[in-house]
């Protein structure tokens, strides 16, 4: 081994503790990007390939009823190649353990292998004839259904005594949610199962009917005319929903979580990898400093500024290969582990492709290169200007001045000679108050992020469901009723309160954009909504108008007072100018409000209602099951508890990335102090000689550390909120708005977390210190 | 210039910064060195031998004025050039030594022959100055006067013309100091290499072949001494 190579070989040895956790913060940074990267392309890969092997269709239509023979006609539309009528419709079920839930029912058609978005058998096999039936399998696997077990179903008011046949597996639920407002899966309560279409068409009353389509077409671009097309064409049936497979909602959700995955594989490892390389700039920097007369020595020697540079910078090439070689290693196990907690957990794919893409493994190593070279190139930048002769001169001493505080004099007479030491050398080594400062402000802004992740998701519930929604129950009725029907409920339950709605999609029009929405019309004194702007001042429903959720009226660049275009679906009734009148806070999901009077007399029949909100402490989904025209009972409490379990999972990561905050933080301060403590060997060692006792001079190093993580928490707190305003614009989605108020306890804890790695950090470099050799330190010249 | 002049200092001027304050280290210094000569730069501290010796070894450039080596001028060398003179002309002896702390001492020798063309034999050169039984210590275990051989040592090894030595016995006791001069003279003798010597102590004075003696930045005398004494019989 090259001499030189020998001697940072050792140095790396006597800086192992540096060494090893700037290391970790690259380990983190490179595992976080190849981590990230592979999963979510292999993910994307993954759910291309499931679509592809299951002929997924291009187009959704659902719609009221459409004969079948009349399907041939829309054929006439240049780009559609296929079309597949089905029977679609959800209702209640008490499953083996008397849980009650919904289900959706889907018809197929006996020719699977032909069939758009056909299934794939997990187990058992597909339905043949009257009495079997398939359930999708996150359903299965959470109720604990198997093959074979019995399923009684009731439709229409008649039960049908049915098989599972098989448990299956479909491109179109990868992500199962009942609805827009659901956001999370819940398996125990809401699932999928497929009745054989004739069957299907019988049971639901749709004898030669559909009131679902799915579309195949030859070419992707065609999508958006076909879809105008297929609105015209089908408005006489009824048609509600004509939409794109990218606005389909498992599809959307899972490209969002994909796109969110993307982003972080973007945005969290270079976090980790600026950091790693501030302190490789720092420490490399204070090595040349504190070498400055062994450089001089090797120059005399005769080695030019290239292989001097070329050393130091080795000392972070060591780090890159090590962070990065790890890096990549760790990556790619957790790249794997992702993607299959995607598949196993979030989504229901039945194959995973995990194939490793030599690019992001090259850009790793790019990455590593780049930052850590790069690091060490600038930070052994001031070796080209060291001159040899003059480096065995001693440093002329630094300008003496005195500081700011010594002129405050009530406070400068009042601190002890320790305090004194300690602000002189604040006030005085401004570059090293400063990178400490800063990166205390970082771990800081970085320990806040996960709380706020927390609390963000935790207040997004929170605030939809008990402070803008209040209502105990959400049921919706199978198809619009007359307003009576509401009386009937209030008959067979007792209930504090109850209100009819009307909710439909349509969609809405505004310049260029587009989107399809739920329309939701409630009482105009309703109970169960709280209406309010961004800024929480309460909003009231217009009489003519309506109130829009504020994330989406971004989308779509609405301002209020602007009028939007509604299209309805309803037949005969004609598409209509609206006025915003508000913006709405709404964390989740996206909506339009009017009062229902306003609704049913522009867009709906008058008196129709499909569906209400009540209070209730009955059974209510025991009690509205045997209604025959109540589809789905939403309850509030289920929500929670669906909710609560996926915090739990969540915790999980949020620990994990407050265990990466530590690392960061522990490595910036810890690094920090080392380097401070041998750039300072000399001064301690005078005060050494001067009686001071080691204890004492590490009560000196503790206190400006008290100091800086002060300061760093000072400068962290408008830090952590800059980061997270721009984090909850990035993470906000169509689905739900991150934007929430951050309560001071969070900045308040992110403090005490801050503090305690400090502490960590500070505990490692007591031990520095007390080995710290100060008569050889005074004796020795040279490193 | 004669042809047998080694080193040539013409007028030479230097004059840096040091914190706020203006050094005039050098005030137009002339004088010669014949090859394989033993010479004393004799001078009180601050009379800018130092920067003379640091500007011969191509560590410093000069304000004015010019220096020859066998008859080139180095003073107009490049950065290159001049690192490709100390790496292959130069041998340096400090005062403090200045050996890397973390090396052995034969690791502190192969550091600066592992950059040369023509070093000589590592283990023969430690074996001369009397340090074979020691070469894998660190120079923490060494004592003063054994990390002095040990950075004659890597100077010497190197295989160089000339070999300068910044009072290479100034933090030494006078035994140990005796000692390396006897091995500094067999150096200029044994391996036949212009040894060159900055020093304030006068009695060193009397074993060099010439004495160039400074003071204030100036040369006050160029002596060549026809009788210079064994190291044996130097006092101080």
Redesign the interface.
């Known amino acids: 081994m090259k001499k030189l190579n020998l001697r940072l070989y050792r140095t790396i040895k006597h800086t192992l503790g540096q060494y090893i956790a700037v290391s970790l913060v690259i380990i983190i940074g490179i595992m976080s990007y190849v981590g990230f990267s592979l999963a979510m392309i292999n993910l994307e890969t993954t759910v291309n390939g499931y679509y592809d092997m299951t002929n997924s269709a291009d187009i959704y239509v659902e719609l009221n009823r459409i004969p079948e023979n009349a399907l041939k006609f829309l054929y006439d539309i240049e780009g559609i190649v296929d079309i597949q009528g089905r029977v679609k419709d959800d209702f209640s079920y008490t499953d083996k353990r008397g849980v009650r839930g919904t289900l959706r029912v889907v018809s197929v058609p006996e020719d699977q292998e032909h069939a758009i978005n056909n299934l794939y058998i997990r187990k058992g096999s597909f339905v043949r004839g009257n009495r079997g039936v398939m359930v999708v399998q996150p359903y299965a696997k959470a109720v604990g259904i198997e093959i074979g077990d019995p399923i009684d179903i009731q439709i229409n008011g008649k039960t049908y005594k049915l098989t599972v046949e098989g448990i299956v597996s479909s491109s179109e639920f990868v992500y199962v949610i009942e609805n827009e407002q659901t956001l999370l899966p819940d398996n125990e309560k809401f699932g999928i199962v497929f009745l054989e279409e004739s069957f299907a068409q019988k049971a639901f009353g749709y004898e030669n009917s559909y009131n679902d389509l799915l579309i195949k077409v030859d070419d992707e671009d065609k999508i958006e005319s076909i879809i105008d097309a297929l609105e015209k064409k089908l408005k006489r049936y009824g048609a509600s929903r004509v939409i794109s497979y990218k606005d389909q909602l498992s599809n959307r959700m899972v490209q969002e979580e994909i796109n969110q995955g993307k982003n972080s594989a973007k945005t969290v490892p270079f976090i980790f990898l600026i950091v790693a390389s501030a302190i490789i700039v720092t420490m490399i920097t204070k090595i040349v400093r504190n070498d400055r007369m062994a450089i001089g020595i090797l120059k005399a020697m005769g080695y030019n500024n290239a292989q001097l540079m070329g050393h130091y910078s080795m000392y972070a090439m060591g780090i890159g290969l090590l962070g990065g070689g790890l890096g990549i290693y760790f990556g790619l196990k957790v790249a794997d582990f992702f993607a299959m907690l995607y598949v196993e957990f979030s989504f229901d794919i039945p194959m995973l492709v995990g194939k490793v893409y030599i690019e992001y493994v090259i850009a790793a190593i790019l990455l590593t290169v780049l930052f850590c070279v790069g690091a060490g190139l600038f930070g052994s930048r001031r070796i080209m200007s060291i001159h040899p002769a003059e480096s065995m001169r001693p440093d002329a001493p630094k300008v003496g001045k005195g500081i700011f505080l010594e002129k405050v004099r009530f406070i400068w007479e009042n601190i002890s000679f320790s305090w004194k030491i300690v602000m002189k050398n604040i006030f005085r080594s401004k570059k090293r108050f400063l990178f400490l400062v800063m990166g205390i402000a970082l771990t800081y802004a970085i320990t806040v992020f996960p709380m706020y992740q927390s609390l963000a998701i935790d207040q997004v519930f929170l605030q939809h469901y008990s402070t803008f929604q209040k209502m105990d129950y959400n049921v919706n009725f199978i198809r619009p009723m007359n307003e009576s029907s509401l009386y009937d409920i209030k008959g067979i339950l007792d209930t504090s309160e109850i209100e009819g709605k009307v909710e439909f999609p349509f969609k809405i029009e505004h310049r260029w954009k587009t989107k399809i929405i739920n329309i939701i019309g409630v009482q105009p004194d309703t109970v169960f909504y709280n209406f309010t702007d961004e800024d929480n001042r309460p909003l009231s429903l217009p009489k003519e108008g309506m109130l829009l959720s504020a994330g989406l009226a971004r989308i779509l660049e609405i301002e209020v007072g602007d009028k939007i275009l509604v299209n309805t679906f309803v037949p005969e009734r004609e598409d209509k100018w609206v006025e915003v009148t508000g913006l709405v806070k709404q964390n989740l999901g996206s909506n339009a409000y009017m009062t229902m009077d306003y609704m049913q007399k522009n867009f709906m029949d008058s008196q129709l209602i499909t569906g209400v909100y009540l209070d209730s402490t009955d059974d209510v989904k025991g009690i509205l099951d045997d209604m025959k025209h109540v589809g789905s009972i939403q309850s509030v409490v289920d929500m929670q508890e669906g909710f609560k379990q996926f915090m739990d999972i969540l915790y999980i990561s949020i620990a994990l990335m407050i265990g990466f905050a530590g690392i960061l933080g522990f490595a910036i301060i810890y690094n920090s102090t080392i380097i401070s403590i041998n750039e300072r060997r000399l001064e301690f060692s005078s005060l050494r000689v001067m009686g001071f006792s080691k204890n004492e001079i590490f009560k000196t190093v503790v206190y400006e550390n008290i100091i800086m993580t002060l300061f760093g928490i000072m400068v962290g707190i408008p830090l952590a909120s800059w980061m997270l305003g721009s984090i909850g614009d990035a993470l906000s989605t169509e689905f739900y708005s991150l934007k929430i108020e951050i309560p001071n306890t969070i900045y308040f804890y992110s403090g005490i977390v801050t503090i305690i790695f400090v502490i960590i950090a500070q505990l490692a470099t007591y031990e520095r210190l007390h080995k710290l050799n100060f008569i050889d330190a005074l004796k020795n010249r040279i490193t | 210039m004669k042809k047998q002049d080694f080193v040539v200092v013409e007028q030479l001027k230097k004059t840096?910064r040091?914190?706020?304050v203006n050094v005039h280290a050098l005030n137009d210094v002339t004088f010669n060195i014949q090859e394989g000569e033993f010479v004393v730069i004799l001078g009180p501290s601050g009379s800018g031998k130092?920067?003379l010796l640091?500007?011969v070894?191509g560590?410093?450039s000069p304000s004015e004025g010019r220096v020859y080596i066998k008859g080139k001028e180095i003073t107009n060398y490049n950065?290159?050039e001049m690192?490709?003179y100390?790496?292959?002309m130069?041998g340096?002896v400090?005062q403090?030594y200045?050996?890397?702390?973390?090396?052995t001492a034969k690791?502190?020798v192969?550091?600066?022959t592992?950059?040369?063309t023509d070093a000589l034999n590592i283990d023969e050169v430690l074996d001369a100055v009397g340090l074979k039984e020691r070469s894998d210590h660190f120079p923490?275990q060494l004592s003063g006067g054994e990390q002095q051989r040990v950075a004659i040592a890597?100077a010497v090894a190197?295989n160089p013309e000339i070999l300068l030595c910044?009072e290479p016995t100034g933090a030494l006791d006078f035994s140990t100091g005796v000692t390396i001069l006897d091995l500094l003279s067999r150096v200029n003798k044994e391996f036949n290499k212009t040894v060159v010597v900055i020093t304030h102590n006068a009695s060193i004075a009397k074993m060099a072949d010439r004495v160039v003696k400074m003071r204030s930045g100036k040369v006050l005398e160029n002596i060549k001494n026809d009788t210079p004494l064994s190291t044996e019989r130097i006092e101080w």
């Open positions: 840096y040091m914190g706020e130092s920067t640091n500007i070894g560590m410093d950065d290159k690192t490709l100390r790496r292959n130069v340096f400090f403090f200045n050996l890397m702390s973390n090396l690791e502190n192969e550091l600066a592992e950059i040369c923490s890597r190197k910044d």
